[in-house]
């Protein structure tokens, strides 16, 4: 495995090699795809892409957390989160590349 980051600049010049728009245009659909996502996410809407997954944002309550350096307990105060959930589809291309890889010794 790699590690390596896939940044917005890597995924426009990904539609710009396979979808064949300019590079502008490939920035700009790129660009305008994510705020469209995250727009949705803001408003609290789930996010569906069929065979990738699905972005969630879920309402966590306020709850009592602890400092564990001092032990202090502290209110963690109410707020939202987004996750993730990948599809059955996606979870099964990653295993497969995942068997991939270790059948071929990398």
């Known amino acids: 495995m790699s590690g390596r980051t896939v940044t917005r600049a890597d995924l426009c010049e990904a539609v710009y090699q396979k979808v064949g728009l300019s590079r502008s245009e490939s920035s700009e ?11 949705c996410l803001v408003a609290g809407e789930s996010v569906k892409l069929s065979s990738f997954g699905s972005f969630v944002v879920r309402s966590k309550g306020e709850r009592i ?3 564990p ?8 105060l109410p707020r939202r989160v987004m996750v993730f959930k ?6 099964k ?3 497969e590349t995942m ?8």
């Open 99 to 106: 068997m991939g890889a270790s059948e071929s010794g990398d």
């Open 29 to 39: 659909l790129v660009e305008k795809v994510l705020s469209e996502i995250a727009d």
């Open 86 to 91: 990948p599809s059955n589809v996606l979870k």
């Open 65 to 67: 957390g602890r400092n």
């Open 69 to 76: 350096k001092t032990g202090e307990e502290v209110p963690i």
């Open 93 to 95: 291309r990653i295993n």
